[in-house]
């Protein structure tokens, strides 16, 4: 597992190429795919405003996922910086079988049978080879076929068949999916597929491990125990049973998704945008990470400019106090992949520059716990807000610190100074966080020098500037926030000989 070993060497001593910090807080997380997968583009993706990349499991083989996780840590060694990446596993996927001419037309209207029977189907009935789904359903529920483009109300069901009416007909053709929007699917979030490529992006040292296909808490105990400590989980959040068990979900992920594609086509368009409001409001209350994904920019993957209501769409995403913003096929295997990223951080931008932004991002009340840590991370904002703060300097060995910060949603930028790499790559999705990689702490003169020595080498504030710094004692202890102490940075303190 050398692969996953902490890196304490830290990178601020080295001689190589630095990128300061983005001009906005919220971060973009755009998915590699043929269009983006070049040592080449990746750089000028990065370049572009891209703070973590997403590889999808579903498509592409390991050589392949391993030739980019090696191209973005290429890319952190050269700008030293850390990168985050999420590993996006697949999930089950229910399909009919297969039609005796590839293909078949459901009438309007008419009814439609899914069964067990394995030979070719035609323009009455098709095998659905998922035996779990039979006896399950009840009259009145729905099947969607083919991302809901037609549409069965079930009539009868049991252990043998399923017989429908289409509520909306259409071609129908081989392997299409199925989405049961009405009930719990008794099928686990993890195949055999998933736990290859969970092995795989384990041993490649994945930040993040995307979990598809999530229904209730207990799915995500069997990816834990194969991460084995290694990344962290997100939950993406594509199905109606999800919604209904949101908390225990979140309680037990490290993150969640807005997968608005799957959940798009199980519930009534209108539906998405105020749960998209609730799943980010759930996870910036618990102090997680949340990203809002899927046709953000769904133009710009065969034109250079976005519509206005995509614009638009990404701005709102911001204006609730997103962590992160994703591109899908747009990065991944659109025309125009640096044009997404390019835009895509250029509207976060203008956004967090609005005046009204500080207000609208703070609507969500996110009263701290009762405890040192919390209230110290609140201070944090009042101090910024009460006096001019350059920034937020926020020592951590778990990362769970600046979790508290970020939940404040402050105005400040946060620097995150950790001895762990692995924690540096991880708050990657974190709001306003910019990591650092650097030394152990033994002290806090020390702890003062080091977050004036960072905050200045890595443009976060100049002579006369005020700092805070934020950390445990004693030093190096997880979850043991104590200490906040606000300093004055001196021009003549960086010291480039020193890590």
């Given at each position: 597992m050398a692969k996953h070993d902490q890196?304490?060497?830290?990178?601020?001593?080295?001689?190589?190429?630095?990128?300061?910090?983005?001009?906005?807080?919220?971060?973009?997380?755009?998915?590699?795919?043929?269009?983006?997968?070049?040592?080449?583009?990746?750089?000028?993706?990065?370049?572009?405003?891209?703070?973590?990349?997403?590889?999808?499991?579903?498509?592409?083989?390991?050589?392949?996922?391993?030739?980019?996780?090696?191209?973005i840590r290429a890319l952190e060694k050269e700008f030293r910086r850390p990168i985050s990446i999420l590993c996006d596993l697949q999930g089950p996927k229910l399909r009919v079988g297969t039609f005796k001419d590839g293909k078949a037309v459901i009438r309007h209207s008419g009814h439609f049978t899914l069964d067990r029977n394995p030979e070719p189907g035609d323009e009455t009935r098709v095998e659905l080879p998922h035996p779990e789904l039979f006896g399950l359903l009840e009259r009145g529920q729905r099947l969607l076929i083919n991302d809901g483009k037609i549409r069965l109300k079930v009539i009868e069901a049991d252990d043998d068949r399923i017989f429908c009416s289409a509520e909306v007909g259409g071609?129908?053709?081989?392997?299409?999916?199925?989405n049961v929007p009405?009930?719990?699917?008794?099928?686990?979030a993890l195949t055999e597929k998933d736990r290859k490529d969970l092995a795989f992006a384990v041993s490649h040292g994945a930040d993040w491990i995307g979990l598809s296909?999530?229904?209730?808490?207990?799915?995500?105990?069997?990816?834990?125990?194969?991460?084995?400590?290694?990344?962290?989980?997100?939950?993406?959040?594509?199905?109606?049973?999800?919604?209904?068990r949101l908390a225990e979900i979140l309680e037990m992920s490290d993150g969640l998704m807005v997968a608005r594609g799957d959940l798009?086509?199980?519930?009534?368009?209108?539906?998405?945008?105020?749960?998209?409001?609730?799943?980010?409001?759930?996870?910036?209350?618990?102090?997680?990470p949340v990203i809002v994904a899927t046709q953000m920019l769904e133009s710009m993957i065969e034109s250079p400019m976005p519509t206005r209501a995509e614009v638009s769409d990404v701005a709102n995403a911001v204006y609730d106090g997103a962590d992160a913003v994703m591109l899908s096929a747009e990065s991944a295997a659109g025309d125009w992949p640096e044009e997404s990223v390019t835009m895509m951080d250029k509207i976060a931008i203008q956004v967090e520059?609005?005046?009204?932004?500080?207000?609208?991002?703070?609507?969500?009340?996110?009263?701290?716990?009762?405890?040192?840590?919390?209230?110290?991370?609140?201070?944090?904002?009042?101090?910024?807000?009460?006096?001019?703060?350059?920034?937020?300097?926020?020592?951590?060995?778990?990362?769970?610190?600046?979790?508290?910060?970020?939940?404040?949603?402050p105005d400040t930028p946060m620097l995150v100074l950790t001895?762990?790499?692995?924690?540096?790559?991880?708050?990657?999705?974190?709001?306003?966080a910019h990591a650092v990689t650097t030394k152990d702490i033994g002290s806090f003169e020390e702890m003062i020098a080091k977050g004036k020595r960072m905050a200045l080498r890595h443009g976060f504030g100049a002579g006369g500037s005020r700092l805070i710094a934020l950390a445990g004692v004693p030093f190096g202890t997880p979850g043991s926030t104590n200490l906040l102490h606000v300093v004055t940075l001196q021009g003549n303190e960086l010291d480039d000989h020193e890590g």
């Open positions: 890196d304490k060497s830290g990178s601020e001593g080295s001689g190589r190429k630095q990128v300061g910090p983005r001009e906005r807080k919220v971060k973009i997380l755009a998915t590699v795919g043929p269009a983006s997968r070049s040592p080449d583009m990746l750089r000028k993706l990065f370049l572009a405003g891209a703070d973590a990349f997403r590889v999808n499991m579903s498509h592409g083989e390991h050589k392949t996922h391993g030739e980019t996780i090696a191209a071609v129908i053709s081989d392997r299409k999916g199925v009405d009930a719990e699917v008794p099928i686990p296909f999530v229904q209730r808490p207990e799915d995500l105990a069997e990816a834990r125990r194969l991460m084995g400590g290694y990344g962290a989980l997100c939950a993406k959040i594509e199905k109606p049973m999800a919604v209904r798009g086509v199980e519930l009534e368009p209108q539906e998405v945008p105020p749960l998209q409001k609730k799943i980010v409001n759930a996870a910036r209350t618990a102090g997680k520059r609005d005046e009204g932004y500080k207000a609208r991002v703070r609507f969500l009340d996110t009263p701290p716990d009762a405890t040192t840590s919390d209230a110290l991370a609140h201070s944090c904002m009042t101090i910024a807000d009460t006096v001019p703060i350059s920034a937020i300097t926020v020592f951590t060995s778990s990362g769970s610190t600046a979790r508290r910060v970020a939940r404040e949603r001895p762990s790499m692995r924690t540096a790559r991880r708050v990657g999705l974190l709001w306003g």
